[in-house]
């Protein structure tokens, strides 16, 4: 999901195109409910989808966790 559907937009890299970088240094400061709020209800104003028909509040919460520890060669 993270690298087609999420990378569709955040690019495939996770570096950022359309929607803002998703990369462990991009993450920085911003608390997990913050990002597993912007995954479920997404961003008014943006293309950032919500996706709360598709994902459960436990599976935002896995995605938000495997987006702060990509290995380094993943995020680059």
């Known amino acids: 999901m993270l690298e ?3 990378g569709a937009c955040h690019g495939l890299t996770l ?3 359309l929607g803002s970088a998703l990369t462990p240094e991009a993450l920085v400061g911003k608390s997990d409910d913050f990002l597993v709020a912007t995954i ?4 008014k104003g ?3 989808p919500p996706w709360k028909k598709f994902l459960k509040e436990s599976e ?3 995605l938000v966790l495997q987006l702060r520890n990509l290995p ?3 995020a680059d």
Do not use: I, N, P, S
Request: aromatic residues 6%; charged residues 30%.
């Open 4 to 6: 087609h559907d999420c």
């Open 15 to 17: 570096q950022g195109g």
């Open 40 to 43: 479920l209800e997404g961003r």
């Open 46 to 48: 943006t293309a950032m």
């Open 60 to 62: 935002a919460r896995w």
């Open 72 to 74: 380094k060669k993943q």
